[in-house]
């Protein structure tokens, strides 16, 4: 069975960093587009990295641009966030995601693209 696990999460203070990573098993994720999603208490799962499996088609919503970078290893089946001066408003249970159909088409920010999902990692920012 595919199973997607987030790691790293925890509690950091503003301004701080932390560095997530999603580990699969069951499949590998080097021909697959990679997404991260987030949830804050009391908002809707929203967007916020998304790499495509070529590695040419990235996005980042505006809200963590300049601050988060998405990357991959391939050859250790892992896509990580770093995550770089965060804000309290970054706190959220963070998801990593998987589109296995190799399809550069659309957007990659859409979360129905998505077949697999990670069970989340908390990240909380304190002020």
């Known amino acids: 069975q595919v199973q997607l696990v987030e790691s790293g999460g925890g509690l950091v203070q503003a301004g701080g960093s932390l560095r997530l990573s999603c580990a699969a098993s069951?499949?590998?994720?080097?021909?697959?587009?990679m997404g991260w999603f987030r949830q804050a208490p009391g908002k809707e799962r929203e967007f916020v990295a998304a790499?495509?499996?070529?590695?040419?088609?990235?996005n980042y919503a505006d809200s963590v641009k300049g601050r988060f970078t998405m990357s991959r290893d391939n050859a250790k089946n892992t896509v990580d966030l770093q995550m770089n001066s965060l804000k309290p408003e970054d706190t959220a249970v963070y998801y990593c995601a998987a589109d296995p159909s190799g399809s550069l088409a659309g957007r990659l920010t859409l979360p129905d693209r998505y077949i697999y999902w990670g069970q989340g990692t908390q990240v909380t920012v304190s002020s």
């Open positions: 069951g499949r590998t994720l080097s021909r697959d587009t």
């Open positions: 790499i495509s499996w070529t590695g040419i088609r990235s």
